[in-house]
Nanobody, 119 residues
């Protein structure tokens, strides 16, 4: 059974940093594109960042470009999101996502981790 377990969220002041982690119980981590999404209160879940199974490139939402960095460690089956220069608008629940590249119908979500940025 696939499990994605996020950690690293918390309360931080504007301008601060947090590093999110997502431990993935995937048999073959390299079969999955990995990503981060977030959902703020009263808003739809939105894309934050993605790193394909190759790890050779990364994609970011315009709102986080230049401030957030996504990375994956295949040896540890772990996905990371380094968040710098945080602003109150980054406050949301952050979710880890795994997309099986062999079957687009197989997509998994973690339970989320809360990030709160105070002004």
């Amino acid at each position: 059974q696939v499990q994605l377990l996020e950690s690293g969220g918390g309360l931080v002041q504007a301008g601060g940093s947090l590093r999110l982690s997502c431990a993935a119980s995937l048999r073959t981590f390299s079969n999955y594109d990995m990503g981060w999404y977030r959902q703020a209160p009263g808003k739809e879940r939105e894309f934050v960042a993605r790193i394909p199974w190759t790890g050779m490139t990364t994609y970011y939402a315009d709102s986080v470009k230049g401030r957030f960095t996504i990375a994956r460690d295949s040896a540890q089956n772990t996905l990371y999101l380094q968040m710098n220069s945080l602003i109150p608008e980054d406050t949301a629940i952050y979710y880890c996502n795994a997309q099986d590249v062999r079957s687009l119908s197989l997509r998994y979500w973690g339970q989320g981790t809360q990030v709160t940025v105070s002004s």
